[in-house]
């Protein structure tokens, strides 16, 4: 069975693609795709078969059914994470010390309320596990780092400290390990 | 903290101008050797003797081919979703666990990538990483899943089923404004094609198209099998919103097809005839 | 040769002028693995007075305005005094707070130079283009006869390796130079910019940006031209009285715009006004000082600090996000009277 339809585009806003339709108008008949949605076009018709007779219809507004629509609009803005009774969260996620604790650097969150570590792969198998959004004294940070990760190591830490982008780059996989010391830290 | 002492340098420092400006060491790529082949034309494009003195063929030209990779863009790709990240996205507050979780629910807060260009890609696939930690009850919806991952979603009380997504249904689901804004009336979801149907009618995997005797007999058999005890849903107090299925033939929950939203007035436009009902069914 | 005019050396510095201090002092706090060269050098070691310097606001000074937006918990607040062109001299009296995470970022200046650059590029075309052999218009011909002549043998006049002839591999057609810079680094390198005005005492926050007309002088309907320079007149008294009158400088202003200010303004070539919209890193480094109205500083840290907190936008562009920032009745409205 043919669908027809047939829609009277009123306005259409050129800066944000906004279409504003709305039907005051006799009845609506489904008639088909709309050939060219974008310009002011009135209605499109297609001749009807015998095998698929014309159905016209009446229509009906509902605005109750439209809270199905509401649950699949996206959201703009990053929610704020929700206070659980006891921390860690299963997943292993806490919050920020308030307020912030006494130490001469500090490690920002990122938008979404991690830690900013990530892990580069080479080909060929190197990695480094790189670590931004610091504030203050780098170098301070960097030592408390070794002395965290070189126990359980058997060689030398490997570390490079970019001060102008204040960045620390670790030679090898530690995500795991530098994300324990952050939270340890209190950050 | 005290004002940080790179602001107290720039301080002190004469004032920065157009004229000051300079990227830093290394970021600026200069333009490669072009070994007296020129810029442009046939003979640029031939090996440069590099790599041992060849002039004839370019390194990955060297290589024997075989028929290893053949026909990958055909073959149908799920997108994965481990039960650790799942947990993680509840605990942040980015998906709501009294609503229903599903492709538009993961897309709308960006916990997954849908933007990828490859046209093969069918949905999501649910992997056991993180069962051990797994700790809320969801009704979740997904194209594939591993058994450890039914079994650990069955154990804290929630609901799976193994639905399948047609290509154009996937992607309205994937950016749902998008595809209202084209105007059409919602379309039907198409049926699996005959190699799925044999999986998507299996209870053990909780297929959308089993019987739902069977299913209630294999969530038993599943319990057994890992030694845990079934609860009760019946009982819950989220049992109204566990429940909540799809029709085999629609893609948005509460939104049968042949319907058109009008998302500027904020209503949705139902056609009053009974042969809609009927086709939207069919 | 002409002479250089030496200006009277200032006695009362305000804050918004550059200090300098002595070599020593300045040493002992810059790190030891800084090189400076040229012109900056010694500009350092120039002698200055500093016993009339001006320090920013104590905690003891009221606060008019007080930040807006959510910032990292480890800084504070930015202070600066609050001026108003209303009268002739400045007042230290009142003061206002800035989001640290716009005003006191870490001063990067690579990033500036990479968004300099594309502010200039991006909207380039190249119009150059060069004509092939096929596209000469002539040289079907063969100029002479293959044999007899004594002369090479040639089919046509139109080859590149002839004078006159046709280009190769020449630069085809419009092209342009587009190349796109991801929204985060734009308001990255704003904030840097910022930053670097405050600290460099080139930032002025006014509390009334429109020039007062002076009391003696009655405005004219017409001409124009006679109240603008009363006008640019009275302003440059005020400038002066601040001693940043041969400064370029930068006026930014909110939606209602200073008509006095805007035609004190035309004939002087380094002031300039902008409404908030059209803020960019190019026209603040350009200029030496920047003047900003009390009254934009909400929207402003308002809209950078949601642009840093926001999910990435989906695909396409619409106006269907649940809590948009945007007020929908007034974009209706607007639709209407298009």
Known sequence: MALRKCIYWNKVCPTCRVLLVSLNGPQITIHGKVKNARSGLQSYSTQANENNPSCETGYTVSKEDFKWVKRLLPPSKIPDPPKHAEYPTPSGWSPPLDPPPDLPYFVRRNKYHEFSVTVETKVGGGAFTHITKIEGDIWALNKDLARFLEPELKYDLATTVHEVNQRITVKGKFQDQVVKFLLLQGF | MTESRFLNVVKKLPRVTLDNLKPNPGAVKRPANRR??????????????????????????????????????????????????????????????????????????????????????????LLEQGANIFQTRVNIEVQVANELAIATVEKQGGVITNTFFDRMSYLALTNPVKYFLKGDPIQKRLLPPEELVTYYTDPKVRGYLSDPAEVVKERQALADKYGYTLPDITKDSKFDMLMERKDPRQIFYGLSPGWIVNLADESVLKPDSDLYEEWAKM | MFQIKLLPRLKVLHSFVRHQHNLTSVKSSLPNNLVLLGKAKDQLNVDHDTTDEVLPPDDNVPVIRKCVGTYSLCKQPAKVWVDSFANTEMVYETAAELNPDIFSTHPRIDVLHDVVKWQKVYREVDYRWARTRAEMGRGRKKPWPQKGTGRVRQGSTVPPFWKKGGIAHGPRGPKSLYYNMSAEQLIKALAIALTIKRVQSDLLIVKDIDVPMPNDVVATQEPLHDNALTLKSSLEEILKARSIDRNSILFVHGTDAPENLNLAVIDKRGWNTMPLVGLNVLSILKHDKLVLHLDILDELEEKLIWNMTRYPWLEMPHNFYKDMPINRDNLEKSLDNM
Not at chain 2, 69 to 74: D, G, P, Q, V
Request: proline share 6%; charged share 20%.
């Open chain 2, 36 to 125: 007296g082949h020129g810029n442009k034309g046939m003979y640029s494009q031939r090996p440069k003797r590099t790599m041992g003195q060849n002039l004839y063929n370019h390194f990955h030209e060297r290589m024997p081919h075989y028929g290893f990779n053949r026909n990958e863009e055909l073959k149908r790709q799920y997108l994965p979703l481990t039960l650790w990240n799942l947990q993680r996205l509840i605990d942040l507050g980015r998906i709501n666990p009294d609503e229903p979780v599903d492709i538009a629910a993961l897309a709308n807060c960006r916990g997954l990538n849908f933007n990828t260009k490859d046209t093969n890609y069918y949905g999501i696939y």
